[in-house]
């Protein structure tokens, strides 16, 4: 793999871009004022700033994704993940998180995003839903639902390595409407961190909670794209094989959770493509990549931790 | 002068080889710069202080520059030049202390919480070996 090269000119015309759309921004704010005090002159000329800075930021909208930094999308995973938490309560059982992490963390090491602004994280959801998240930035939920269609080590590794694929592959940023990110990236043009105008800061949190919202939306409520999940099934077969799991973990999993499901559930049942042409597609994939009979300590160590879950 | 690249991750390991299995020679932060000595596939060997070199994965550096503290003048400079980038830009810790005044039912306790599950290097060899498991281009 050649190392990843930004173009520099592209770059440069990107960030000129973006600063002047935050510059027109903040005229939006006029213009509101300006019809309620009826001052119609300057109104007009604001507006027609509007629409050349509208122009100039939809020429920002393709490079927007670029510019939302590891560090960001941390702000962004955090919030996320402290939604989830919300709408689910974390399981307390300290071997099983342990033993989630240990496995997780470790695939994560290997993936072709190893390296993330804080660190993959996992956790148990205390919900017999059939269901797992992961956040943009690396925090990765699983239910007690789920954790009950594993029968190995390698299906957990399978579906830890799913998400895993999720987050590498930005699944959960490109769920944020593109008009979104052109009016976030427009705000993100306001760079100076430390002394943020206080309307500066209620309109990117303002922003912040729509991007937010999409992502949730489309995470919790109406799932990915079937295109999204094939993409994630695929990143979970190569990083099984390169750890030394079995890829095939994935389908046996799939096969368990098929019989579990229950149909019109809220579960992976809506969010999910069917686990039967999940494995359809898998079956493909897997071929040829050679089972290799897991080590009897996998199974003692994986009934050990969650037997109490 | 050679390749520069700088570190965007909050903390990121500088190790003896190419590998994750490599052992962590030193620790690298947001913002640091660090000099490319040569890059293998996603690993970027970095020439460290005291002559002393290492290998850091390519997922925690970034071309341009970061800057740490910003001020009204780099702000200018960065919208006009290719290679600076500013950290806490955008959706910052700030941002946050916003959204979760709006919305006290979010738990970010929950979240502080998952942070500090962290495996060591230690424990996931240990963990890799007791499985009886090889990564791929990576026994140590």
Known sequence: MKVRRLNRRTFLATGARIGMTGLA??????????????????????????????????????????????????YIGRTIGAIVLNKY??????????????????????????????????????????????TPSGLVFVTRGMLRCCDHE???????????GHIQLKHGLHSIEKDRITKATSILAIEGTKNFAQSDIASLTSSFEDSINDITSTMINNGYSRSFENEADAAAVTLLGR??????????????????????????????????SRIENLEKLVAGTGAQMPAASQQRRFESALKGV | MGEQFSVQVRDGQVRTKPSF????????????????????????????????????????????????????????????SDELALAGKGFNKQVEDQFRKQNSQANFAGVDKMETFRISQEEMAQFLKAGDLKPQGGAS
Not at chain 1, 55 to 71: C, L, N
Not at chain 2, 34 to 58: D, P, R
């Open chain 1, 25 to 74: 921004l903040s005229g939006s704010s006029l213009l509101l004022q300006g019809f309620g005090f009826g001052d119609l002159g300057s109104t007009i000329e604001q507006a027609s700033k509007l629409t050349e800075s509208a122009t100039k930021s939809f020429t920002a909208v393709s490079k927007a994704m670029e510019d939302i930094t590891p560090e960001q999308e941390y």
């Open chain 1, 89 to 134: 309560k974390p399981c307390e059982q300290e071997a099983g998180n342990h033993y989630l992490n240990l496995l997780g963390q470790t695939l994560g090491r290997f993936s072709d995003l190893p390296e993330l602004f804080d660190s993959y994280h996992f956790q148990i959801l205390d919900s017999a839903e059939i269901n797992a998240f992961a």
């Open chain 1, 154 to 164: 390698d299906a957990l590794a399978a579906v830890l390595a799913h998400e895993i």
């Open chain 1, 243 to 276: 750890v030394g799991y079995n890829p095939a973990g994935l389908i046996n999993m799939l096969r368990i959770m098929s019989k579990q499901l229950k149909p019109g559930g809220l579960d992976f049942a809506k969010t999910h493509p069917s686990p039967e």
């Open chain 2, 21 to 80: 299995l490599g052992a962590v020679i030193a620790t690298v932060h947001y913002g640091d710069r660090l000099a490319v000595v040569q890059t293998k596939e996603s690993w970027v060997e970095v020439a460290l202080t005291g002559s002393k070199q290492g290998w850091i994965h390519l997922s925690a550096l970034t071309e341009k520059e970061i800057i740490l503290n910003t001020n009204i003048q780099q702000v200018s400079q960065a919208a006009s």
